[in-house]
């Protein structure tokens, strides 16, 4: 399954990219290449805080330039994988990178369906979303040392999010709300969910695996 999660701050996608990773890994015997260090600073790969702050304080030129860079390299490794999730990705840069990493150039070089006409038509979009007012109890219950989205901000990236959704060109989608889920709730439904967008590939191996 080639698969890319996408929506606001702290409404799942780290809670679901774990998740699926783990069933995967334990129903299907697959390990996905997973790769959710899309936002600045990146937190899965970038251990050190050291290294964290650097990324943090770089000119906004840079951060355009680095962030360009890596989802081009992304998108040939979900040209490479059959079996790859990535949390965020373009649509996460092309929502955030403006507005909070290099708001002087503005945009990113490519637009978000330059890249997606690179990627395989197997591809699935999952779009998360939870209510204002449960993203903010969230920031409050588990505040992010780098947090990304100010509470100022939740319904415009939610609602940026839900337009580049809406106008991506991947025709296997699906949207889930998360504001009453728990992390198994949400994988059920997702599970569930995501059936109808499976290639046969996948669907054989599900059905192989009795899942």
């Not at 591809?123 to 409050?140: F, G, Y």
């Not at 415009?156 to 709300?177: K, M, P, S, V």
């Not at 198994?184 to 191996?205: K, M």
Request: some cysteine; hydrophobic content about 35%.
């Amino acid at each position: 399954m080639r698969l890319i999660v996408i929506g606001t701050e702290y409404t799942g996608k780290t809670t679901l990219l774990d998740e699926i990773q783990a069933w995967s890994r334990d129903k299907l015997g697959i390990h996905n290449h997973l790769d959710d260090h899309f936002s600045i600073p990146d937190r899965q790969m970038l251990r050190s805080e050291e290294h964290q702050k650097i990324m943090v304080g770089l000119p906004g030129v840079l951060k355009e330039r680095f962030q360009r860079f890596q989802v081009a390299y992304h998108v040939r490794l979900i040209n490479k994988y059959e079996d790859i999730i990535l949390g965020g990705f373009h649509i996460e840069e092309v929502v955030y990178g403006p507005r909070y990493y290099y708001p002087e150039i503005g945009r990113l070089a490519e637009t978000p369906r330059a890249w997606e006409e690179g990627m395989p038509k197997d591809t699935i979009m999952c779009l998360l979303t939870a209510s204002s007012d449960v993203i903010k109890q969230r920031t409050k219950d588990d505040p992010h040392e780098y947090p990304v989205v100010p509470e100022s901000d939740i319904e415009e990236c939610q609602a940026e999010f839900e337009r580049e959704y809406r106008q991506c060109w991947f025709r296997r989608r699906l949207q889930i709300d998360t504001s009453e889920l728990t992390p198994d709730q949400l994988l059920s439904q997702f599970l569930s969910d995501v059936v109808p967008h499976l290639n046969e590939r996948d669907l054989a191996i599900r059905n192989a695996r009795g899942v």
